[in-house]
Every structure is written in C-alpha cells, then in structure tokens.
C-alpha cells in the first residue's frame, strides 16, 4: 500500500510540474513588443575566443540577459548538449565550425550562431586511426595481440595476389610465445611491447634459426622454436620487452626506438634484418576498434599481421 501511495505521489508531483512548466512558456504575450507576463523574450548572444595554452579550444560565453537554460551545439556533429552560460568547445581536426547557442527565460526562447575556423588538425587529438589504436575516446592505452587464429601470420607477393605461406589454427599453440605477445598503444604516442617472458625465434631462407647467433650458446641442434628470453644472445636484447614511440600519418604506423617491430622481429623497414633497427613503418590495410591489420612491402614481398584487442 505504502508503494502505491508513493507512485501516486510521484504522478501528482511531475503533473504539478509539467503544468507550471506549459503556464511559464505559454503566458500571454505582446506580440508587438515581445513581451510576455512574466518578462521580455531573451536576445541569444555570445562571445568566442581561443583559450591559451590549450590546442583548438575556444571559450564560448553566453552574453544573454536573464537566461537560465544554456545549450550548444558546437558543429561538430554530436548536436545539442546542456551546458551553462560559460562553456567551451575543442576540435580536433581543421576546419570551420558552425557554433550555435540557444537560451530559455522567464520571456521564452531564442538562438543565435557563429562561426569558428580552426587553421590545423590537433596533433595530440583523438580521432581516426588513432582512436581505434588507443582507444583514447575511453582511456589511455590500448592492448593488441595477434589473432589467434589462421591467417594472422601471412607473406606473399607485394600486390598480395598469392599466398606464399600463413599460419596454419594449429600454429596458434605451436607458436604460442608469438601470439602470446602484446603490443600497448598509448594516447601519448608510446608503445609498450612486451614477450611475456619467451619469443619465437624464426628461419630465414635455409638460416635456421634466423640470424645464427640469436640464441646464445646453441650447438647447432637448437633451431626455430618457442625460447625462453633468458636464452636469447643479449646482443639482440632490443628485440624483447620495451618501450617505443610510434606516429600515424595517413595510412602510414611507424614505429621508431631501438628494435622497433610489431609481430616477427627479422621484418626490418626495407628487408629481412638480421639485427635491431631503430625505425620500421607500416602500412595500415584496416583499422577498427576491433581488428588491426598492416603490412610491411618490399620490392620482392609483402608481410601481413593481423591483430585483435587483448581479451
């Protein structure tokens, strides 16, 4: 009984309000002089100007008498949003803005708009290829591992009209300390890399493993395989865990610091490499939240890596 007499509260109370509400906005109104009963019909009108110190962001403040509901639209194509009469507006790709305010008093409504040109893209904004790499709408840093499935490991030729070799759904597990490596991509542009404590060391054109010395101490009867980082000859330590910068141009991911790769450490920027580069750029072939693929071409081939977000 209790729960009913409150429902029946709660409908009494919105009724009361929804009524006020219809009289404030509804009151008799000289239509000559734009007034009402209960006060002159607002003049919408406001100021914008960059705020210093901080990239493509303008404060906008409402200059309307008697005001007090304040919303804007600030043209970038999210619409109308409640704010307050001073606000401020952020884009991150260069263009011209269409902003528009609309304001609500005692007297009614009204609205009114400007224009903004920004002159440069935001360098450290988050947008395209860069919001699905970092995830930066929704935090700092974004996790990507290879796809464990068939075909996430592919090579062939460099218009990718065949397919030289891929991984097979049984190399997931037999190259479990590759799939297993992960590929951290910050809103700061840094990229953490980490093995996991072991790493596939690969072949190279009858060179098994590839290069010769990359594991320390082998006898001849040690070749491609799953190792433990502890084994790895410490002259290619940069291939292990580390962290790197990277910059998205286009569909362009470059990846620079010393022993920069993504996926299969002998893929250098111009060949097949036999020691750490401190530079390789990829091509992005797709990118969405959910699937990253890049390539690496050459003149003789092309590499193909496909990523998926750590689970």
Known sequence: MKDVNKMIRSAWYSSIIVLIAGFLFTACSDSTTGTNELGPKPKAKFTVSPVSGKTNTYLLKSTTENAFVWQWDIGDGTGWTKGSATDTAYYALKGDYTVKLLVLSQGGSDTTQQSISVAKDDPNGCYGNKKALTACDSGDSKTWVLN???????????????????????????????FNDEYTFSKDYTMDRNLNGDIWVDNDSG?????????????????????????????????????????????????SGDGAYLAMYKVGDTNTTPAPESKITFKIMSL??????VAKIYDWGAWQFTFVPKQ
């Open 148 to 178: 464990p499935d068939a075909g996430a490991l592919w090579i062939g030729p460099p218009d990718f009209s065949a397919t030289w070799w891929s991984n097979s759904a049984g190399d997931v597990q037999a190259r479990s300390c590759q």
């Open 207 to 255: 060179t098994d493993p590839y290069p010769p010395d990359i594991i320390a101490n082998n006898d001849g009867s040690m070749l491609a395989g799953c190792y433990d980082w502890s084994v790895i000859n410490s002259k290619y330590s940069t291939w292990g865990s580390g962290s790197y910068n990277f910059q998205i141009t286009g569909d362009q991911l470059t990846i």
């Open 288 to 293: 969405t939240k959910d699937k990253m693929v």
